[in-house]
T-cell receptor
């Protein structure tokens, strides 16, 4: 089983739609959780951290469920510029590095 | 701000050739990482360094060596390149706290023929 699993998509949605991505992780000792965005052939960039109480940044809402080892990202009012691959990222304890999911591709259409 | 700088951006190697990918960060980060990304796949960890003088294997270390030369620099070496090492390589760095963001270099697109 992969440490971090995501639905690869693609998700094709019209502008203005609401779309949700899910991610599961296998290591219950994981400490930190993130969503990164990666545009085609570019480096990943942080979209938002995910906190236990859930957090929101404009049109983006992230949720964490530690009991189910599950992370979600909700995008409201999708824009064309949201088209990208969204990577779920988990960080363990101590010297453990960041572990990336394979990414979920989103295509927002006019 | 330079952030994380990787060189070269593109490289073509013949099978069996060697090369070193360079990475430097100017954010005083302790931890540095090398990932590879293949089409349709996420980033897979090759090696990482939690601090100067330490390195650890990641998920796919075979065929690679690393050097944490100092706090700023973390290089990745391919001793004898193989076509299976054709990939995009990303270097990243993070600070010491668990919730800190990882910053990435722009990537090196390597083709081994």
């Amino acid at each position: 089983r992969k440490e971090v699993e995501q639905d690869p998509g693609p998700f094709n949605v019209p502008e203005g739609a609401t779309v949700a991505f899910n991610c599961t992780y296998s290591n219950s000792a994981s400490q930190s959780f993130f969503w990164y965005r990666q545009d085609c052939r570019k480096e990943p960039k942080l979209l938002m951290s995910v906190y236990s109480s859930g957090n929101e940044d404009g049109r983006f809402t992230a949720q964490l469920n530690r009991a189910s080892q599950y992370i979600s990202l909700l995008i409201r009012d999708s824009k064309l510029s949201d088209s990208a691959t969204y990577l779920c990222v988990v960080r363990g304890t101590g010297r453990r590095a960041l572990t990336f999911g394979s990414g979920t591709r989103l295509q927002v259409q006019p | 701000n330079a952030g994380v700088t990787q060189t070269p951006k593109f490289q073509v190697l013949k099978t069996g050739q060697s090369m070193t990918l360079q990475c430097a960060q100017d954010m005083n980060h302790n931890s540095m990482y090398w990932y590879r990304q293949d089409p349709g796949m996420g980033l897979r960890l090759i090696y990482y360094s939690a601090s100067e003088g330490t390195t650890d294997k990641g998920e796919v270390p075979n065929g690679y060596n690393v050097s944490r030369l100092n706090k700023r620099e973390f290089s990745l070496r391919l001793e004898s390149a193989a076509p299976s090492q054709t990939s995009v390589y990303f270097c990243a760095s993070t600070g010491g706290q668990p919730n800190t963001e990882a910053f990435f270099g722009q990537g090196t697109r390597l083709t081994v023929v």
